[in-house]
């Protein structure tokens, strides 16, 4: 027994029916007359038409879902993303042997007949009910086309699409109503061209130029006799007739297209015969569809730019107009990323950690003064595979991050030092700065509660040899934790809120930093391009700017192309230019003799902050050049890996330092980012040494213990307690793959 087409399961005697309804339906319209609501075989059942001239003539076509292409800052492509594979094309880039093809198999009198085909009706009628099924169908190519737009308008909600092809006289009459308006409006050339556009090829392809892309990698302009033929006889069933899984068949298929376009007139039939002795062919281009494919490791980044665009109200006030908008597609998105520096992101982290080691490396980089990320990538590749992951540790979790971000360690020093020197502390301000001491109480807030030390929280520097007094450029460039400690109770806790405020740092989680102290160690979570995009306001003497992704975007509607509004960075003066300078003067010394000297830069200009929490969970180096910006984080994503000996990137570290493992990832990655690019130089400040006595307070690294206790009591209490005043600090609700942190369960941050 013949196949019966998708959607089909109606017996002979059913189809004779239907068929035969159809044409007296035909009949009567063509005739001028309404059908009346009791009629032929059966149209007064529940929820039938109660007349043909009731139903409505305004066929909405809605703009057809096409492929969005993501670009790099140089028009390179990065990725495209799709929910269906199209390209529209005009008629006169189809090849028209093309034409010829679907015309003559799937309605060979279309340029004879209007909306409907009264005999073709009969004709379908009469063989089917010979073969007792159904052997021929009885549509036209006109018709088919209003179907497609019942399903394109259908999406993916399966019941919509279930709808749209349903089997039933109703509809029939409905898609006929339709078919009669397309033809009056349209003509029969751009029916052809939208049908050809919109029609499913199988394998993925949506329209005839994704169809030739997908079977052959050539346009659909290129398409010789026996191709054309080959798609055209796809459309029937593209399960059936695909030509990967089953080539015999749809060679089968083609041949009887290319008989009948013998049989119309449009082909010889010594070309169909030579047409026919012509192997398939095919030269297959695999579906490259979604981030998942994205060139030069900038899957992270692909995501980030499709997070950036279902978030952002610029494009659309709710989340269901930006999907909406975004599954249409046809957009050319041009980003910011510029090659050059995401190569040399991904060349760094796969030179310096393993995608199978125990920890992972993320790193992020930014345009100071623009706010453009130029760079975002990771050791452990995109995927969901094994040392694959899905989740971007560069961002925050609204944005496909962590759910908390990572503890900073002393990479938040220069925030803090930022808020006294905008306050009017020199740069000479000196404390004690013992070795260890009492977090120090009260500590005032934002508010009128002040901060206290109720369990007796302690604070400690790397090593004993680590006692003060110290002024802010030593201490800064050592990473004393009780010098930093004592700062933020000198000013409060106010000063430091409303800078970070100002740099837009806040949790991996988007909500506000606790006020404690602790803060001052980098205790709370945060993500790379949060700090990354911070360090970028010093960098550009004081000058905040908001990161972007989107440069900008087209989008293609029909043969029209019309431009989109896309995000712009906002740019806010943080501080003032001699803060910031004071602070990038401060963090040269870090780079040149300080726990940074790993990450310096030999060909320009750098400064930047090392950062290491407690029990070694996190690593961090986040540094900057005047013209670019970059944050370098290294660590277990779960928070379960104590970076103590461990291998890395082949490598064994007994212990590790910010300074050992991210700074060099981030000196590496700066380097190639910025070959060729001018080595501009920072506005420094004289800032004079502290007089030297006998004893060296000189260290390695910037591993300052802050005391923490895990037990009620300890210091681990007061931080997510807060004293009196701090705020709980959150955690999760619900289970997380392994690999993905949970929270950043109180460790407080090392320098």
């Not at 969005?68 to 529209?88: E, K």
């Not at 399903?151 to 339709?178: H, M, N, S, W, Y």
């Not at 006692?467 to 806790?493: C, H, R, W």
């Not at 999760?732 to 392994?738: A, E, F, G, R």
Request: overall charge neutral.
């Amino acid at each position: 027994m013949p196949k019966k087409r998708s959607g089909g399961g109606l017996s002979a005697t059913q189809q004779a029916a239907k068929f035969l309804g159809v044409s007296v339906l035909a009949g009567a319209v063509l005739a001028g007359i309404a059908l009346p609501a009791f009629g032929v075989l059966g149209l007064a059942a529940k929820g039938s038409v109660e007349s043909f001239d009731e139903l409505p003539a305004n066929l909405k076509t809605p703009p057809l879902s096409q492929r969005t292409t993501i670009l790099d800052a140089d028009g390179g492509q990065i990725a495209t993303v799709y929910s269906r594979d199209r390209t529209v094309v005009e008629l006169k880039n189809i090849s028209p042997y093309m034409q010829k093809a679907i015309v003559a198999i799937e309605d060979s009198r279309f340029y004879q007949h209007g909306a409907v085909d009264l005999k073709g009706v009969l004709r379908a009628l009469n063989k089917n009910v010979q073969s007792s099924g159904v052997a021929q169908g009885a549509s036209t190519l006109t018709q088919q086309y209003v179907k497609n737009v019942f399903v394109e308008e259908a999406g993916d909600d399966p019941t919509k699409v279930a709808q749209a092809t349903q089997q039933t006289l109703g509809r029939k009459i409905q898609e006929l109503k339709f078919a009669i308006q397309v033809e009056e409006e349209l003509g029969k050339k751009k029916i052809l061209e939208n049908y050809l556009n919109i029609t499913f090829f199988g394998e993925q392809a949506y329209g005839v130029e994704a169809a030739a892309q997908r079977y052959f990698s050539k346009h659909a302009k290129d398409l010789t006799l026996p191709e054309s033929a080959m798609l055209a006889g796809i459309v029937q069933s593209p399960s059936r007739y695909d030509p990967v899984n089953d080539e015999a068949e749809a060679t089968k298929r083609r041949n009887v297209v290319l008989q009948r376009m013998a049989d119309v007139g449009d082909i010889s039939q010594a070309e169909a015969d030579q047409a026919k002795e012509t192997p398939l062919k095919l030269k297959v281009s695999q579906p490259k569809n979604g981030c998942i494919t994205a060139a030069r490791g900038a899957n992270f980044f692909c995501k980030y730019v499709e997070k950036v665009f279902l978030n952002d109200p610029v494009f659309g006030k709710t989340q269901e107009e930006r999907a909406k908008l975004w599954n249409q597609g046809g957009l050319t998105i041009r980003t910011t990323l510029q090659p050059q520096a995401q190569e040399s992101v991904q060349a760094s982290l796969k030179s310096h950690v393993n995608k199978s080691d125990k920890v992972a490396a993320a790193a992020t980089l930014v345009e100071p003064g623009t706010g453009k990320i130029v760079g975002m990538g990771q050791s452990k590749p995109y995927g969901y595979g094994k040392n694959e992951t899905e989740y971007n540790f560069s961002v925050n979790a609204q944005m496909g991050g962590s759910n908390f971000g990572f503890p900073t360690g002393s990479t938040f020093k220069p925030f803090v030092a930022a808020a006294a020197l905008e306050g009017g502390k020199p740069a000479t301000q000196e404390y004690s700065s013992p070795y260890d001491m009492d977090y120090p109480s009260p500590v005032q807030t934002c508010s009128s509660k002040p901060w206290t030390n109720q369990y007796g929280d302690k604070v400690e520097n790397e090593s004993e040899s680590e006692s003060g007094p110290y002024q802010m450029k030593e201490a800064m460039a050592k990473s004393v934790n009780t010098y930093f400690v004592q700062m933020i109770s000198d000013i409060g806790l106010c000063p430091v809120v409303k800078m970070t405020d100002a740099l837009h740092v806040t949790q991996g989680n988007g909500t506000k930093l606790p006020e404690t102290p602790s803060i001052a160690l980098g205790a709370v979570g945060l993500s790379p391009l949060t700090m990354a995009s911070a360090y970028a306001a010093f960098a550009s003497r004081g000058m905040y700017c908001t990161p972007i992704a989107i440069e900008s975007i087209s989008q293609k509607l029909g043969n029209q192309r019309k431009s989109l509004e896309v995000p712009k960075s906002t740019c806010s003066r943080a501080m003032t230019e001699k803060t910031a300078d004071t602070v990038n003067t401060l963090l040269r010394g870090v780079v040149d003799s300080g726990t940074g000297q790993q990450a310096g830069l030999t060909d320009r200009e750098s400064a930047g902050k090392t950062g290491t929490t407690d029990e070694r969970k996190n690593a961090w180096f986040v540094g900057y050049t005047p013209n670019l910006s970059g944050a370098v984080w290294v660590g277990s994503a779960s928070q379960k890996v104590k970076m103590t000996n461990i291998t890395i990137g082949g490598v064994y570290r007994a212990l590790v330092y910010g300074g050992q493992v991210p700074g060099p990832i981030w000196k590496d990655a700066m380097t190639g980012a910025l070959s060729g690019k001018p080595a501009q130089s920072f506005n420094l400040v004289d800032i004079p040494d502290a007089p030297k006595d006998d004893e060296d307070h000189d260290r390695g690294d910037d591993h300052g213990n802050n005391g923490s206790n895990p037990t009620k009591g300890g210091f681990i209490q007061g931080l997510t307690n807060g004293g009196n005043n701090g705020g709980n600090l959150p955690n999760p609700t619900y289970s997380l793959p392994d690999g993905f942190i949970q929270g950043n369960n109180g460790n407080g941050g090392r320098r």
